[in-house]
């Protein structure tokens, strides 16, 4: 049986690395039950004795107010939970210890990791780690994570403490919350006592204090009880002797008495030194928040992080889809034409394809991500953002996501991990997808450019990407005002000091990433474009009839002893008719059809297209990914895309569209701005589900991009009557 | 000297220091607040505002934090004397 130990800790206090030195590579990533907060956790082995390790959030206390204090509460309640490690921030102590003195109150063996020694050292601080242990009752371990310093004399400690067992050791320090509180502490603690299984599912002095400070959950727990009649009478009578003799309420005495603690035992340990060297951290503030340069500087990183994405990224994006693209060919070449070989090479290849797609940039953006945020850089970008973001009912840290949506929406939605409240996170989520990708703008090129003149085309393609934005502004207001109308998460973030990001732990995290990517997201996506491939295939690609005719006609043209260009070009037509026909009878096709009705006020208001239902087919495609519409559209409006050699050339479908689809500019305005609004693609469908881990919120995403795309473009179409044009 | 009258911390400029005297805030926020040192008699001083002018940058317990104005205006602080 392996030993369970949890670490606890404040947010930037060195505890994930402190996880990966002491678990190294033997590591699992999932989430907690029911929530999408990540949970971690690893193994280490030491004289023989397994050591499961869980890396609980980050968190300021737990008074589980927020969902990482639940979660991080919840499980050190946990009876399996045999070793509790807090992490403490040697730089930052008094407020590390805060948390502390929560945990001493679960009286259950713990060692005390006292990380980030070198900074506190830097800083012109001396502590001793042996007054502090026997301050706090356990064992003081002095580390510096990112160097791995001190973590097998944690490991031994941690060790020592799992096989002493937890008699002698759980009587630790105690926080002594003075005469008074004591005194109406017992009270209450003697109150719960009479219900034993309360006592036993949670320590009586720890409910006590909770009750003592209004805590939710420690409400709930008590109403459940048999004796809650008594404890509430206990507590509102101590209640009511304690608030106007000391002067505040309980919450605030809570607190008061807990960094009284907390001052003293720094008072106790810490000497500073004379010395005090400049800090790095306010030198650096002094120009990354400055008033005038902070923007600059903030647009420039941003910058740089998006063109190592999407600019750098885009080169194993190529191979990739080279790779892929190879695959197709080849298989199609060497296999029996037939549904199973079409399945394979038109279903799953470009699925599979359209997934990998995606992982070198995933990986490049949360590398970026998690650089900014370890090495404190985060923080200032939310702090410098928070006022724009805010006016949209969104955090600070709601920008970082939006800016790399208009890259790609999909590691854009992923990126909102970074926000810790769920109402915010959540809003983010909803409103990425409006941020115009850089697939869609392929869409709007080959429209704008066939419907506009050049430069009203370019204002066009520029007027999408500011509607997207305006549009995730209003919604997110919307949604902030409707429903996420709850309490507003408190806005008050810390600021770490500035630290140099650990490179390994940088490089775990993006493998994680594109993991986690494939194994989730992907097969949302490869399932999704499967059933896209049926919809458009069937029920023609079965039909004998018609490959039979393709085939009679291949041969007949084959005897015709043509030069061998125009033998390749004729072949590639007849192919291109049957596709046609295939994609143009195909279930998609009936559902076009029978879609289109709905359709029709914005792209047929005058019901004179007869064409009108091929929009759909391509709308369905776009379903799928932005990436597919172009072709969709060449194959529907039976046209080639791009030449032999495979060069992009839409000429011929920029004709065909213009001839034969009926589209006026003002219904393809109408069409540019349905695509743009829309559920972006599968992949973002299947992040969203990743993300929220809900299917009502990703049905929600799904049903208000479409609804609210529909209005959009039916009121450019009414706008555009309006004002007389076509 | 005597003590001015408690005023909101939104009310102070960057460079000025003053003590914590009461936390307004209800709910949630006052939990959140209480936990991150906004105790009676805690000494603070403000950093800058951000460049947009919300939030606010503060050092108190010896750290940094940014508070948006809705929360700094719910914090009422005296100017030591």
Same mark, same amino acid.
């Given at each position: ?9 404040? &947010? ?22 029911? =929530? ?18 869980? +890396? ?62 070198? +900074? ?73 006592? *009479? ?7 949670? %320590? ?19 109403? *459940? ?90 080169? %194993? ?32 290849? &470009? ?17 970026? =991500? ?39 929406? =999909? ?23 409006? #941020? ?17 003149? &050049? ?37 008050? #973030? ?95 096709? +009936? ?5 289109? %009705? ?10 004179? *297209?007869?064409?009108?239902?091929? +929009? ?111 | ?10 009310? /102070? ?10 936390? /307004?805030?209800?709910? @949630?926020?006052?939990?959140?607040? /209480? ?7 805690? @000494? ?22 940014? /508070? ?14």
């Amino acid at each position: 049986m392996p030993i369970t130990l949890a670490l606890a800790g404040n &947010p930037n206090c060195g505890k994930t690395t402190i996880f990966n030195a002491l678990t190294g590579s033997r590591q699992h990533v999932g989430n907690w039950a029911g =929530v999408t907060v990540e949970r971690r956790s690893g193994f280490f082995e030491s004289a023989g004795i397994q050591v499961e390790v869980v +890396d609980l959030p980050g968190t300021y206390s737990l008074s589980a107010q927020s969902e990482d204090e639940r979660i991080a509460a919840g499980f050190l309640a946990d009876p399996t939970v045999e070793v509790i490690v807090n992490v403490l921030d040697a730089s930052n102590l008094e407020r590390n210890l805060y948390l502390t003195t929560q945990l001493l109150e679960l009286r259950r063996p713990m060692v005390f990791a006292l990380n980030m020694m070198d +900074d506190a050292e830097k800083n012109g601080l001396k502590l001793d780690p042996t007054a502090l242990a026997a301050l706090l009752g356990g064992p003081v371990v002095p580390t510096v994570g990112n160097r791995e310093e001190g973590i097998q004399a944690l490991r031994e400690a941690i060790l020592k403490l799992a096989c002493a067992g937890p008699e002698p050791l759980a009587a630790g320090g105690t926080v002594n919350y003075g005469p008074d509180l004591e005194q109406e502490l017992g009270k209450i603690v003697r109150e719960i006592h *009479r219900d034993e299984e309360l006592a036993r599912t949670c %320590p009586p002095r720890w409910l006590a204090l909770q009750l003592l400070e209004n805590g939710f959950k420690a409400k709930s727990l008590v109403e *459940r009880s048999h004796a809650r009649q008594a404890v509430t009478t206990q507590v509102q009578s101590s209640l009511a002797f304690l608030e106007p003799h000391l002067g505040a309420d309980g919450a605030t005495l809570v607190a008061e008495r807990r960094y009284g603690f907390a001052h003293g035992l720094v008072e106790e340990v810490q000497k500073r030194s004379a010395t005090r060297r400049t800090d790095i951290t306010a030198r650096l503030d002094a120009v990354l928040t400055n008033r005038w340069l902070g923007i600059p500087i903030f647009i420039a990183i941003m910058v740089a992080v998006y063109s190592l994405t999407f600019v750098v990224g885009k080169i %194993p994006q190529d191979w990739i889809a080279g790779g892929f693209n190879l695959l197709h060919t080849w298989a199609g070449e060497r296999l029996p034409p037939g549904e199973l070989t079409s399945l394979l090479v038109d279903g799953i290849i &470009p699925g599979v394809g359209a997934v990998v797609v995606f992982v070198p940039i995933i990986m490049l953006l949360m590398g970026c =991500v998690a650089f900014l945020e370890d090495t404190g850089y985060m923080a200032r970008a939310a702090f410098i953002m928070d006022r724009l973001m805010h006016l949209m009912g969104l955090h600070g840290k709601s920008f970082i996501p939006l800016i790399m949506g208009t890259g790609c929406n =999909v590691p854009a939605v992923q990126a909102t991990r970074t926000i810790e409240a769920r109402d915010d996170r959540f809003i983010t989520i909803l409103v990425a997808p409006l #941020m115009s990708c850089s697939a869609r703008l392929q869409i709007y090129i080959v429209i704008a450019g066939t419907f506009f003149r &050049p430069v009203q085309a370019a204002l066009a393609i520029l007027a999408m990407h500011f509607l997207g934005f305006a549009l995730a502004m209003a919604v997110g207001k919307l949604l902030r005002l409707t429903l996420f109308r709850g309490a507003n998460a408190p806005f008050v #973030m810390e600021l770490p000091p500035y630290r140099l990001p650990v490179l390994k732990s940088t490089a775990i995290h993006m493998w994680e990433k594109g993991s986690v990517f494939l194994t989730r997201a992907g097969t949302t996506i490869l399932g999704g474009a499967t059933l896209v491939w049926f919809l458009s295939h069937y029920p023609g690609i079965s039909n004998r009839s018609w490959s039979e005719e393709l085939h009679r006609q291949e041969a007949a043209v084959r005897t015709l002893n043509l030069p061998p260009l125009e033998e390749a070009s004729r072949l590639d037509d007849l192919a291109l008719a049957h596709q046609s026909r295939v994609v143009n009878t195909s279930l998609a096709a +009936d559902i076009g059809k029978t879609l289109q %009705p709905a359709l029709a006020p914005i792209l047929d208001p005058d019901h004179s *297209r007869a064409e009108a239902w091929k +929009d759909s087919i391509a709308l369905t495609a776009g379903f799928v990914a932005k990436e597919i519409v172009v072709s969709t559209m060449a194959v529907i409006h039976h046209t080639q895309v791009g030449d032999r050699d495979g060069n992009p050339d839409v000429s011929g479908l920029q004709s065909a569209l213009r001839q034969r689809s009926g589209l006026s500019p003002l219904t393809a305005l109408a069409f540019m701005v349905f695509t743009l609004i829309y559920t972006p693609c599968l992949g973002t469908i299947g992040m969203i589900l990743k993300e929220t881990r809900s299917f009502i919120w990703t049905s929600f995403s799904v049903v208000y991009g479409l609804g609210l795309a529909w209005l959009m473009a039916w009121l450019t179409v009414q706008g555009g009557h309006a004002l007389g044009f076509a | 000297m005597s003590q001015d009258k408690p005023k909101p911390l939104s009310d /102070l400029h960057p460079g000025d220091e003053a003590l914590v005297f009461e936390v /307004l805030a209800q709910g @949630r926020i006052r939990q959140r607040l /209480l936990e991150m040192g906004f105790i009676r008699g805690a @000494r603070l001083k403000v950093e800058k505002l951000a460049p947009l002018g919300d939030p606010m940058e503060l050092v108190i317990k010896g750290y940094h934090l940014s /508070l948006r104005r809705e929360e700094s205006q719910c914090i009422l602080v005296s100017e030591e004397d």
